[in-house]
Structures are given as structure tokens and as C-alpha cells.
């Protein structure tokens, strides 16, 4: 959910967002947002995802694996 608000930013800094937005092609807005949870370090469900598998890859791998080489583990046990 997203919800507007209003901010008061000096000279400097909006005409660098303006220049940031124009460069890379962003809106000013989705920049404030990447800004604000870069410094209040707010992980994106994409970004927490990303962490979790890389935190748990050897054990994902390694089951990934064994289910290809033995197949899924109540396999005998399934009705279809």
C-alpha cells in the first residue's frame, strides 16, 4: 500500500534528483523510495528472498539433488 505525502527538499538536493531521475531513467519518487530503505536498511521481499536463498543455497542444492537422483521422498506413498 502506498500512501502521498508531501516533502521539502533544499535547492541542491532536487535539482540532483531531477538530474538522478533524468539519468537513469527513473521517476523521483521511486528513488526517494530506494534512498529510504537504503539508509533505513527496509529489505524488499525480492531482496529478502534473494538473501534467504543465498543463506540457505548448499541445503537447496543439495536437496534439489538428491531429488534427482532418488526422486521426491514420499513418492511410493502417493495416490496418483
Known amino acids: 500500500m502506498t500512501r502521498k505525502m508531501t516533502i521539502t527538499l533544499e535547492k541542491s538536493i532536487l535539482s540532483e534528483l531531477d538530474n538522478a531521475a533524468l539519468t537513469q531513467g527513473k521517476k523521483k519518487s521511486q528513488i526517494i523510495r530506494e534512498a ?45
Request: proline residues 0%; without cysteine.
Open 36 to 80: 529510504l530503505r537504503s539508509y533505513l536498511n527496509i529489505a524488499s521481499k525480492e531482496e529478502k528472498a534473494e538473501q534467504w536463498y543465498k543463506e540457505n543455497k548448499e541445503a537447496v542444492d543439495a536437496y534439489n539433488k538428491e531429488v534427482e537422483e532418488e526422486g521426491l521422498i514420499l513418492k511410493d506413498s502417493r495416490m496418483f
